[in-house]
């Protein structure tokens, strides 16, 4: 059903007399419809003083109630007419980030509006804050996260490859009240790990590897997202320790910085000096985090050209990284929530080192 304070929390934000969203996770967060029309038209049409309608496909019919007026459209109805028809003429027209040129240019060329602007920042502002229901379900999400990762170090045995270990991962997520990945899991063997984006392949595993998972679940459509780094049968080396001891070192004490007002810039600086002042700052290379929800990596991040302040209800991640391919790859995460007068870390999975045998 249509959750009319997150709609009017974005109408209060947006400077827009009507605002059209065509990203299916905004609708799907406004009213709880999972809608994706490929390349066909999918709108939501909102405005201060107005009931909100959707458009959608006739392929798409569906009969349950959402509180919002559906107005079904076929193959041969245009953008710009039916919007011409809901609104006539309007002062300031908002339209998000994701609505196709092939819509958006008749649209414009219609003169539906005397000005047109980019909506999805009232609508992203809004949804990085998140209300009490959805708090409940990540929080859940990030415990199953923390139960299965536990279950995933129980796949790494001798001569197992990385693909074979992450075909068997969706199973334990269902078995633990999970419904879909969050993100294709990353599994990475020894040198795969100082590769921040490796997909799982044909690696056998060997003694003294680095096993590294980067994992995350949906419950209830609701993302989590982890990482940690194991070793495999084999103490590290004291190179090796030192290293991962920078990573956990920048982890804990940018989560220690979290709290609302603090510029995210200003955190990812926290982990990117400890890794910087311990000689490894150039194998540091990403943004220290981004924010998640409906959807893995959602508008907002914790990087060093991002100047937003954090609010309370905001959940981001926390996931330094130090990848050295002649020394060690290595990446530990958890999920922060801003909270009242300071955070909470979503994961529980210890951060120390630790060896599966």
């Known amino acids: 059903m249509l959750k009319r304070e997150r709609m009017n929390r974005i109408l209060d934000r947006s ?14 967060y406004l009213c709880e419809k999972r809608l994706f029309p490929g390349e066909r038209f999918l709108g939501l049409l909102i405005g201060k003083d107005r009931e909100p309608v959707l458009f959608l496909n006739e392929l798409f019919r569906f009969e349950e109630e959402i509180g919002i007026q559906k107005q079904y459209i076929t193959d041969t109805d245009t953008a710009d007419r039916l919007l011409k028809d809901a609104i006539g003429h309007t002062g300031i027209l908002g339209v998000d980030k994701t609505l196709p040129a092939r819509f958006l240019l008749p649209v414009m060329e219609a003169g539906i509006a005397d000005r047109y602007i980019n909506g999805s920042p009232a609508v992203d502002h809004t949804r990085a804050v998140k209300d009490a229901e959805e ?3 990540m929080r859940r999400s990030s415990q199953i996260n923390d139960m299965a990762m536990e279950r995933f170090k129980k796949l790494v045995r ?20 999970a419904h ?3 993100f294709p899991p990353i599994v990475a063997f020894g ?7 490796h997909m799982p392949d044909d690696t056998v595993l060997k003694e003294g590897d680095t096993v590294l998972f980067d994992v995350g679940c949906k419950y209830s459509n609701y993302c989590s997202d982890m990482t940690r780094t194991f070793f495999y049968k084999k103490e590290p080396s004291a190179e090796q320790k030192r290293v991962y001891d920078l990573v956990r070192r920048a982890n804990e004490e940018a989560e220690a910085a979290v709290r609302p007002g603090v510029r995210l810039c200003d955190i990812d600086s926290i982990a990117r000096d400890i890794i910087t002042e311990g000689g490894f700052g150039k194998d540091f290379t990403h943004r220290l985090g981004h924010f998640i929800g409906l959807e893995d990596h959602e508008y907002g991040d914790v990087s060093q050209s991002f100047e937003d302040r954090t609010e309370a209800g905001n959940i981001f991640s926390i996931e330094p990284g130090i990848y050295n391919k002649e020394i060690l790859g290595c990446r530990i995460e958890d999920l922060v929530l ?8 979503l ?11």
């Open 347 to 357: 994961n529980q999975y210890p951060h120390e080192i630790e060896i599966i045998e």
């Open 191 to 197: 040198v795969n790990a100082a590769d921040p984006h």
């Open 180 to 182: 879909d990945f969050s």
């Open 15 to 28: 400077e827009a007399d009507v605002l059209l969203i065509s990203d299916p996770y905004a609708i799907w």
């Open 158 to 177: 001798p001569q197992v490859t990385e693909k074979e270990v992450a075909a068997q991962i969706m199973d334990i997520y269902l078995e633990l009240g």
């Open 135 to 137: 708090t409940a379900l």
């Open 338 to 345: 801003v909270t009242e007068d300071g955070c909470e870390v």
